[in-house]
């Protein structure tokens, strides 16, 4: 059996400089305008607006760090959603599953679900009531 060998593709930049040299160069086929322009690496307006946006969104959208308040809003939201009992981080399998993955944060008792509850509902009626309020101004 005689098989084709595959061509070396490890490194595609190598490949296409030692096996494509005229498109490489930017002669005839390639889509450069000049014979004398070599590839530019990438750096092409097009990709110093997508770094430009990629940073912005990094400013706009810090890394967050977790607290004890947003871990508790998050923990409350998590059992409403799910409608799992209050009682979940008392459990013995989530205490467990918290202390092999190290979290430092307590988990909450039931009386601390119910007053994270209430303070997350008291936002809420709050933010509803500004919105109508404004809602009712403009009309």
């Given at each position: 059996?005689?098989?084709?060998?595959?061509?070396?593709?490890?490194?595609?930049?190598?490949?296409?400089?030692?096996?494509?040299?005229?498109?490489?160069?930017?002669?005839?086929?390639?889509?450069?305008?000049?014979?004398?322009?070599?590839?530019?690496?990438?750096?092409?307006?097009?990709?110093?607006?997508?770094?430009?946006?990629?940073?912005?969104?990094?400013?706009?959208?810090?890394?967050?760090?977790?607290?004890?308040?947003?871990?508790?809003?998050?923990?409350?939201?998590?059992?409403?959603?799910?409608?799992?009992?209050?009682?979940?981080?008392?459990?013995?399998?989530?205490?467990?599953?918290?202390?092999?993955?190290?979290?430092?944060i307590q988990?909450?008792?039931?009386?601390?679900?119910?007053?994270?509850?209430?303070?997350?509902?008291?936002?809420?009626?709050?933010?509803?009531?500004?919105?109508?309020?404004?809602?009712?101004?403009?009309?």
């Amino acid at each position: 059996m005689c098989e084709k060998p595959q061509p070396k593709i490890g490194n595609l930049a190598t490949h296409t400089r030692t096996e494509h040299p005229n498109e490489y160069a930017g002669g005839a086929g390639s889509s450069q305008e000049s014979s004398t322009n070599p590839i530019d690496n990438g750096y092409t307006p097009a990709s110093a607006k997508l770094m430009e946006e990629f940073l912005e969104k990094g400013r706009l959208n810090p890394k967050l760090y977790p607290t004890k308040k947003g871990f508790l809003k998050h923990f409350a939201a998590w059992l409403i959603e799910e409608d799992l009992p209050f009682t979940t981080g008392e459990s013995y399998g989530i205490k467990r599953l918290f202390k092999y993955l190290d979290v430092t944060i307590q988990l909450p008792s039931d009386t601390t679900v119910r007053n994270a509850l209430a303070k997350i509902y008291i936002e809420l009626h709050g933010e509803v009531v500004r919105e109508l309020s404004v809602s009712f101004m403009h009309n």
